[in-house]
């Protein structure tokens, strides 16, 4: 345990702590109840902070939320660069694979899933989330395509890869083995070899 | 607007109006504020029949729940049988692509996931759901086998053509056209071909 002086010395240490504090109870509570079922005052008192300090950072609770989920996002599935669009995609496959069944993944698909009927403040940060996710994709396909490759585009990456892996986790439809999760980049590999005509 | 004595004369008719009030209430409450955001009670108000008349007919809300769901996709997607598998899985696309898009469709998605999180119960009803639509393809992909067809298998079939559509409908990202079901079916027939060795 750190003392009060400590504390008072490493400002950005403990803002940092707060954050991270504030986060996990955020996504415990999503786990636990389901997005809109609970309140500021709960995010605070489990993350043992003030009711304040969340209203000052963050405004709401959309905010909030839609901060832990483009955090958990950009935290959890960095974009690789192997050199080439295979190996890229096998790792950038097996990286969401892990994060999604990971300890938060579930919940935080929940969650991005549950801020669709949360208003347009809840729309937006869904948005958000989708927005994150095609631009880090969109980083390593452009990258292929600088390189000669001929890249899918990133509403396919979406659809044939993170759309299975999503919906398996959702419905709980079995693990997502290496095996698995290879045969989906398979699956896209063949249509982006050499374009025709 | 029927009399008491007509009520009285077809109590099949008035069994299936209830049920068919409670099912849209149900929909309803799942739409306007998710999962788990609402009561037995409430759900007899708003169909205008009594708690008793529910907990008599379903036991529970998950059970309830789970009817819905249920009920909702066999009635929506019925299973066509064109002669072929090009036929079968395009038509199949088009009528699911028609119903995840209709008034009820994105509330039932939700619900699915929603009851992932709803414990025991819960989980049941999202297994029950998962294995009526598996069990609708499975039907459909074995009249191609008799055939001589090789079809794919039910999971490619949630993976490529379903999860695509969910996901996309979930995260609020751009319609379902007929173009874009269709190539969903284009990418998993060329490998439903001959098969190899």
Known sequence: METDRERTRRPGGRSARVRAAVHQAVTDL???RGYGNFTVGEVANRAGVADTSIYRRWGTLEALTMDVAITWLTATSPIPDTGSLEGDLRAYAANVA???TGPDGPAVLRLVIALSTAGQDG?????AFLAERSSQLQTMLDRARARG????????VLDHI?????????????????DYVDTLVDRLLPLTGPAEG
């Open 30 to 32: 999503v786990a636990e």
């Open 98 to 100: 892990r994060d999604v």
């Open 123 to 127: 729309m937006r940060a869904r948005d």
């Open 149 to 156: 490759e001929q890249p899918p585009d990133v509403l396919e």
């Open 162 to 178: 993170l759309a299975p892996m999503y919906i398996r986790i959702l419905f709980g439809a079995g693990p997502l083995t290496h």
